[in-house]
């Protein structure tokens, strides 16, 4: 599990994008929200301590 | 990097190109707040605070593509979706500290912690787009490269080097690892 490597898939994405290459900006997106869930997956499952 | 550009069409939906540049001039401004505070304040962001930060990246990739090859259904879905992510991580550090004596993490901005002012942005963000594409509906083609003027160079130059910016800060933060649910410090030197 690397933190960065959602932050450097999007800045891959942005350089792509930047470069005329749409839909290969637009997979390196669908890659990072995927990394994305699965660190939000990670983080964000754990107990709160209030009754929802 | 923009060599590309100058075979690109003349921007035809002048509307549409001005208020998705103004879109990405917010987020970008709200990526430079968050590293305000964690250079002069020394505020680390804490794992959920780089997921929001990332969701306003993903958020920003929508409106930037939308300036840079015309407007589209696809780059309106990448906001929205990118505006969910953010909104759900956000949601869940509000509700984190939501308890009655709970000080929250870092410092509040206007009187509202920085979580809690990403969630308003990602709601603000959902509606944005939904007025867009109510805007946009009769504009939608075949998505082609756009010429661009050098105020939206200067735009997603900024949001380019913010983006570089959190990979570099993420790696300082959380070397390349899972980063500590509380960071005081920086694993490596700044």
């Known amino acids: ?52 | 990097m923009f060599s590309q550009l100058t075979h690109a069409t003349p921007v035809e939906h002048r509307l549409s190109y001005s208020l998705n540049l103004l879109a990405l001039l917010g987020i970008s401004f709200s990526l430079l707040i968050a590293f305000f505070y964690q250079i002069a304040f020394h505020e680390l962001p804490c794992p959920l605070c780089q997921l929001q930060r990332l969701g306003l990246i993903l958020v920003g990739m929508g409106f930037m593509m939308n300036a840079q090859f015309g407007p589209s259904t696809i780059h309106y879905a990448m906001a929205i979706i990118g505006a969910l992510a953010g909104a759900g991580t956000s949601l869940r550090q509000v509700l984190l500290h939501i308890a009655p004596g709970d000080t929250g993490y870092g410092s509040p901005f206007l009187g509202l912690h920085f979580y809690t002012w990403g969630f308003i942005s990602f709601v603000m963000v959902i509606a944005f787009t939904s007025i867009m594409l109510c805007v946009d509906h009769k504009h939608f083609s075949t998505p082609r490269l756009q010429r661009l003027g050098w105020i939206a160079v200067l735009i997603i130059s900024l949001f380019l080097i913010l983006s570089l910016a959190n990979t570099v800060s993420s790696v300082m933060v959380c070397k390349l690892g899972p980063c500590p649910d509380d960071p005081v410090q920086y694993f490596l030197p700044f």
Not at chain 1, 21 to 50: D, E
Request: hydrophobic share 65%.
């Open chain 1, 1 to 52: 599990m690397i933190m960065m490597l959602p932050f450097l898939t999007a800045f891959i994405g942005i350089v792509l994008a930047m470069k005329g290459k749409r839909a290969s900006a637009i997979g390196v997106w669908v890659i990072t929200i995927v990394i994305m869930l699965g660190w939000m997956s990670y983080h964000m499952t754990g107990t709160l301590n209030i009754s929802l």
